[in-house]
């Protein structure tokens, strides 16, 4: 069913908790409910959300939000190894996780507890611990808006990269809604173990159940990140920078420490941001309503609660500035900007 609220307030609808609002917000639980909304007759520009746990509204919204409560969840377990399971874009991407991993099926656990809907997560490609979205999904089903129909695309189609896909390119964002997913899960097991503090809570080779890597995944997350429903915060604010080797190697020399780092294969260098900003003595440094998180250093929060968007931004360009001069890197932030 649809529904429809103009000047909307949108402070409930981001994890941020920003006060913005839209001209109108419409939500909708079914393609049908697409296919009947007449686009020509709303205000532009439109924007998807889910739950709004990657955005910052830096003002209000001069257009249209269409909020997905598409909420199937179907899977097909014929005997095999490989089980297909279908979600609506709507669905909580941690309740995913969570019935999937009930159900002794490989796949999604090292992705629990991030905050989010299935429909963004394959907007996003999201990650954590080694795993991304991509690695599980096999397909993502779409209303195209230009043409006032359903579409689907295969994960190959998708050009997933690092928090990037084809769904992200400006053309794109206000002609596909996405109304579902569909995933590759396993019956066999297939623990991914060897990222970060996951591997302190396995021995090698003792067998593990995907119930177990999830808690541990939501031990570790819970220990280190805010949790939305107490903190304004939209996650990791910065994405990681990749550079060429050389770079790298002119930090280490000028730092004169061991700088953490991931070797890509085509010889570049990915650096931890959350590094940088803590060697910059970042931790916990408090501009108005906004600092950044005391155990992350990536994540920037809203620690008043009624922090305005202008305190975000100038947390976020002190950062940017001091990490381009002391590194010769310019951070970009992984939180899309409204
Ligand atoms: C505490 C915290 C921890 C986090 N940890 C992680 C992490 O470990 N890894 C990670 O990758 N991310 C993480 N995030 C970021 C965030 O959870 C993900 O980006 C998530 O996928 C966003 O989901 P959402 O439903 O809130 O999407 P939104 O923030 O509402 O939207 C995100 C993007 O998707 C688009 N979109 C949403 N729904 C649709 C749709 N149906 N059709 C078309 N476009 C759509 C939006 O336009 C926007 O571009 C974290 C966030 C928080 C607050």
Redesign the pocket.
Known sequence: MLKRIPDYDLSPR???RMKAKCTLYIEYDSVKDLEELDFDALPRPL?????????LFTRDFPGTV?C?KIAYLKFFDLGLDEVPVAAG??VK?DDLCARMCAEGLWGLEN?S?????A???A??????YGVEFKDIASGVS?FDIEKRCKCSFKVEECAYGY?DSF??RPEN?ER????GVLLRLSRKAAPRLDYGALRSFFPEGDPVSPQEVRDAVIRT?REK????LEIG????FFKNPVVPKEHYEAIVAAEGVTVPHYDLPDGSVKIPAAWMIDRLGFKGRRLGGAAVHEKQPL?LINVTGDAPAADILALEKEICDAVEQRFGIRLHP???HL
Do not use: H
């Open positions: 981001n994890t941020f924007l998807s959300i889910g739950e709004g746990s990657n955005l269409l997905s874009a709507g991407f992705l507890l991030i905050p989010g809907t429909g963004a997560a907007v996003q490609n999201i990650g954590a779409c928090r769904f992200k964002k596909y809604i996405i109304t997350r990140l805010p949790d939305p915060s939209a996650g990791s994540v992984e939180v899309e």
